[in-house]
Nanobody
Framework: QVQLVESGGGLVQPGGSLGLSCAAS????????MSWYRQAPGKEREFVAH????????IYADSVKGRFTISRDDAKNTVYLQMNSLKPEDTAVYYC????????WGQGTQVTVSS
């Protein structure tokens, strides 16, 4: 079955960096657009970034543009999110998302930016 498993979250100080991974299985990863979303406490889930298949075109939310980088390794069925210059407002649960017949989500990984 389709599985998305995020990892790499944790506690980091403002200005720091963190890298997230999402390992995928159960579908043809290389042909799927992969996305990252996040949900902060008391807020709706919001789009962070996505990367298309093949050419790997990327799109970012304005709030993370220039600080976050999404990438993919089709040989490892994994999508990454490198987060630099982190701010307290980046604190959220980060989710991996794709579409395989329907929306598919991972379980999420907590990122906390605090001093």
């Amino acid at each position: 079955q389709v599985q998305l498993v995020e990892s790499g979250g944790g506690l980091v100080q403002p200005g720091g960096s963190l890298g997230l991974s999402c390992a995928a299985s159960g579908f043809t990863f290389s042909t799927n657009t992969m996305s990252w979303y996040r949900q902060a406490p008391g807020k709706e889930r919001e789009f962070v970034a996505h990367i298309t298949s093949a050419g790997g075109r990327t799109i970012y939310a304005d709030s993370v543009k220039g600080r976050f980088t999404i990438s993919r390794d089709d040989a490892k069925n994994t999508v990454y999110l490198q987060m630099n210059s982190l701010k307290p407002e980046d604190t959220a649960v980060y989710y991996c998302r794709t579409w395989v017949g329907q929306e598919r989500w991972g379980q999420g990984t907590q990122v906390t930016v605090s001093s």
